[in-house]
């Protein structure tokens, strides 16, 4: 079948959509100098245009013009792009009046490691409640170990999608920060829309007369969105090609083809049913995939650090989620762009690969001997970690042997439809998991350039197959951690990761938030808590760290955790404490404050915060604090609120003082 483009033509936010993916990516890459981080691109050849260069804070809502070069330029230095900070950047390319490339990069020097992710709900289907139970068992300690907080919920094959959705919501107010949820089988599927060539045509351009891919698809992002107004009340579409597309009022399908409100989980789902190519049932397909989801995110799932892209849409910009995407993550040398899809994954593994040709539900043409069908999927090795796919019928999934599902039968962990609309995960550079990528894409509008193809930005059919909590890249975990109490300490010891020598050491409170102890990663197999002044009982963790160096800068890699609890005494005597003068500015605060003695000679403090309902959310040990010997704590990844700053030197002195962050 043929992919018909029937917007394609017409220019979106000013891009010329006539160049092919590649030429219209600018490959922006970052690399550290010192405790600078610089910005570096390249001109194509006989370039007589402009770049500028905007900024953006992670998550914000406008970017910020920061520069514009001449032709002769290629590289930046962001003075305000200080240890520890990263930002999104956007690059434009002009020629005369015209766009002629984009770049996109979430950037950033020693950038901390994510220790809490927040809340995710597990949603099963009730098929698998017992079957499953062991996988889903590891599954969540996993998730644990990594700090995220979950609570498991259920769901049969027979309910109505809205009464599945009440218990989502209900399961999100419940579990600290909600963040994302994972379908666990062939949970209800919503399907909303109502694509027509006299509306907002199909993504894949199959209107009525050309293929009629028109109607309903596939919805799930309908779970996501905790707030929106969901009605079936207007649509009225009955001449789609296959009857579960069709969608009139009452027939529970939705009518909204953009999405009604900003989505709130980042939803992924791990799904088999009616997959038959692969001659396995879906349990045995379940237990396939979750046994190779613990391997990848405990580091024993080794894979090639590169990607390969097999572009059969030359003239057209699908394959720049591709490009863009991978030149984030890779230096070009670990990028394959020639070679065949399935040929190449027979002769070695890549941890990203994207793939584009002319589609139909189980097919795309030029990835392997001309088409490669969900069967040769069945039939080969696919050794990549996420998949990217772009191609005719696609992304409405919820049919057999559907072919963006294929991969995850096979080795995959993730796929999704990338191109139609382009996708964003580039924060997944710098340690972000993908369902964050998936949730800023479906979201998106015009904050980043959504690849004008078919008005398929913010439309309900995005979807991320697969676990949204997995990321780029994982350490193996340290192991038989000890933790044991004496004189008002508590010492740790473990076992050292395979090959790392490195780790950082937390403790651990009632959300999972793990509240990091050292300050440099700690070299060796120990580590003594001198600063626990309260009697309890406690859950430390120590996770493998490393520095990753990628064309996105630099950031702390941490494994999962190993865990140990301990029933602490405290026998500081405080009785004799006297009060600590100190300097803390500015406040309120965006996201840093200074804090210095405002006399008397150097002193070890430890410092921490904690939110109003007494939760430590932020602990650092500082060895050298003096009037003239300041710490810079950073509190960036706070949300907005009054917070106290609880202060104690070795020889008890004390201070507190309340932070207003914004």
Not at 465 to 471: F, H, N
Not at 537 to 549: C, D, G, P, W
Request: glycine residues 10%; charged residues 15%; aromatic residues 10%.
């Amino acid at each position: 079948m043929r992919l018909i483009f029937t917007l394609f033509t017409i220019a979106i936010s000013g891009l010329a959509l006539s160049q092919v993916a590649k030429d219209q990516v600018i490959a922006l890459r970052a690399s550290t100098d010192g405790d600078k981080l610089h910005l570096s691109w390249a001109n194509p050849p006989g370039f007589a245009g402009s770049h500028t260069l905007y900024r953006m804070e992670k998550g914000g809502s406008n970017w910020e013009q920061l520069a514009v070069f001449t032709a002769g330029e290629t590289g930046y230095t962001d003075e305000e792009a200080t240890v520890g900070k990263a930002f999104d950047y956007q690059m434009v390319r002009t020629v005369g009046v015209n766009t002629t490339a984009m770049g996109f990069l979430y950037a950033g020097l020693l950038v901390p490691d994510i220790s809490y992710m927040g809340g995710v709900i597990i949603l099963v289907d009730s098929v698998f409640k017992d079957t499953l139970s062991n996988a889903l068992a590891t599954f969540r300690q996993d998730l644990e170990s990594e700090g995220w907080q979950s609570t498991t919920i259920y769901a049969g094959r027979g309910e109505e999608v809205v009464v599945v959705k009440d218990r989502i919501v209900q399961a999100a107010k419940g579990i600290p920060n909600a963040t994302a949820l994972v379908i666990v089988g062939h949970v209800p599927v919503p399907y909303s829309g109502n694509f027509t060539l006299y509306g907002i045509v199909p993504p894949d351009g199959h209107v009525e007369g050309s293929g009629n891919h028109t109607g309903a698809w596939p919805a799930d992002v309908y779970y996501g969105d905790l707030d929106g107004q969901w009605t079936d009340n207007t649509a009225n579409h009955t001449d789609s090609k296959l009857d579960r597309n069709d969608n009139v009022p009452g027939d529970g399908k939705f009518d909204q083809t953009k999405l009604p409100s900003t989505v709130e989980l980042e939803v992924g789902r791990i799904d088999f049913f009616d997959m038959p190519a692969f001659q396995l049932s879906e349990k045995e397909l379940m237990i396939n995939y979750f046994a190779r989801n613990h391997a990848f995110r405990t580091g024993k799932w080794v894979v090639r650090q590169r990607a390969l892209i097999d572009n059969n849409f030359t003239g057209f910009n699908l394959a720049s989620t591709g490009y863009h995407t991978f030149s984030t993550l890779f230096e070009d040398d670990s990028v394959d762009v020639s070679a065949d899809y399935l040929t190449a994954q027979r002769e070695g593994s890549y941890l990203w690969s994207y793939g584009c040709g002319a589609g139909s539900f189980t097919s795309c043409n030029g990835l392997y001997n001309g088409a490669a069908r969900t069967s040769d999927l069945a039939a080969d090795t696919l050794r990549n970690v996420f998949t990217i796919l772009a191609g005719s019928y696609f992304g409405d999934w919820d049919i057999r042997d559907n072919f963006l599902r294929a991969p995850l039968c096979n080795r995959s962990l993730v796929s999704f439809w990338g191109g139609l609309p382009k996708w964003y995960v580039h924060h997944m550079a710098l340690g972000w998991h993908v369902g964050y990528g998936a949730r800023l894409t479906q979201n998106n509008q015009s904050l980043y350039f959504n690849g004008g193809f078919n008005n398929s930005q913010n439309s309900t059919h995005i979807a991320l197959i697969g676990d949204p909590t997995l990321k780029n890249k994982y350490l193996q975990r340290p192991s038989g951690l000890s933790a044991t109490s004496n004189n008002g300490n508590v010492s740790l010891t473990w076992t050292d990761a395979p090959g790392l020598t490195s780790y950082n050491v937390y403790r651990v409170d009632a959300d999972n938030r793990h509240v990091q102890l050292n300050g440099s990663p700690v070299e060796g197999t120990s580590f003594v808590d001198e600063n626990n002044w309260n009697t309890g009982n406690y859950t430390y963790a120590v996770r493998s760290v490393v520095l990753e160096v990628n064309p996105s800068g630099s950031y702390y890699l941490v494994s999962g955790s190993v865990r140990a609890t301990v029933d602490h005494i405290n026998s500081v005597d405080n009785s004799m404490a006297q009060p600590l003068a100190l300097h803390v500015r500015p406040n309120p605060t965006t996201g840093r404050i200074w804090v210095a003695l405002e006399e008397g000679g150097v002193q070890q403090v430890n410092l921490v915060v904690v939110d109003l309902s007494g939760r430590e959310v932020r602990t650092v040990h500082v060895r050298e604090l003096s009037a003239n010997q300041g710490f810079a704590l950073d509190l960036e990844n706070l949300h907005p609120g009054v917070y106290l700053l609880k202060v104690r030197g070795q020889d008890g002195q004390y201070a507190q003082h309340r932070i207003m962050k914004y």
